[in-house]
């Protein structure tokens, strides 16, 4: 199956701060999500994005298909951002995951 | 839309007893997934259906784990005998055709004593 790899594993960030996030995946896709998952662990869809860029407020995502990476950015980062960000991809398999922790 | 609905929300059981977790996707979602989380090895897809018909469950780690889909509404994982190791998040999602509007349910927190 396809592999997934994010990073960095661990990102410790002053609120206020910008952030970008990758995925790296082995195989070409046609489906790749993000996902948050808030310290009380739920799991929220962030992007669906197969392909191109997306924003959605202070996050926005890309995914470059041919060279099967995608980035998430967060901009200027409130604790609440804090948790887990996941990518998925075809079949819905997950990475391993970054985790956010954003200080007041 | 109330989302995906589990239940129970934490599961308590001494080992060897039987655990039936239970999910409800969205109405008009055509595709249920079943997640565990653990620390150890994060989130894996135990099994997934499509059209109430399971697609891949090559996840599902032993013969003591079962799931079925008898309607488009509903769905259980069975975990028979339980063991301390099958503790763990065990979370459900659904989403249209193509894995687009995908959502998870709150989950199901299972303690196995």
């Known amino acids: 199956g396809i592999q997934v790899e994010q990073s960095p594993p661990d990102l410790i960030l002053q609120e206020g701060a910008n952030s970008t996030l990758r995925c790296n995946f082995s195989?070409?896709?046609?489906?790749l999500q993000w996902f948050h998952q808030n310290p009380w662990g739920q799991l929220i869809n962030l992007f669906y994005?197969?392909?191109g860029t997306k924003q959605n407020g202070r996050l926005s995502a890309t995914t470059v298909a041919t060279e099967r990476y995608s980035l998430l950015y967060i901009s200027s980062s409130q604790t609440t951002d804090s948790g887990v960000y996941f990518c998925?991809?075809?079949?819905?398999?997950f990475g391993a995951g970054t985790r956010l922790t954003v200080k007041p | 839309d109330a989302g995906v609905i589990q239940s129970p929300r934490h599961e308590v059981t001494e080992m060897g007893q039987e655990v039936t977790l239970r999910c409800k996707p969205i109405?008009?979602?055509?595709?249920l997934f079943w997640y565990r989380q653990t620390m150890m090895r994060g989130l894996e897809l135990l099994i997934y259906?499509?059209?109430?018909?399971?697609?891949?469950d090559s996840g599902m780690p032993e013969d003591r784990f079962s799931a079925k889909m008898p309607n488009a509404s509903f769905s259980t994982l069975k975990i028979q005998p339980s063991e301390p190791r099958d503790s763990a998040v065990y979370f459900c999602?659904?989403?249209?055709?193509?894995?687009?509007?995908?959502?998870f349910g709150s989950g199901t927190r299972l303690t196995v004593v």
């Open positions: 999602a659904s989403s249209q055709t193509g894995f687009y509007g995908y959502t």
């Open positions: 195989d070409s896709v046609n489906n």
């Open positions: 994005i197969p392909s």
């Open positions: 998925a991809v075809p079949d819905m398999r």
């Open positions: 109405s008009g979602h055509n595709s």
């Open positions: 259906f499509n059209n109430n018909v399971p697609i891949d």
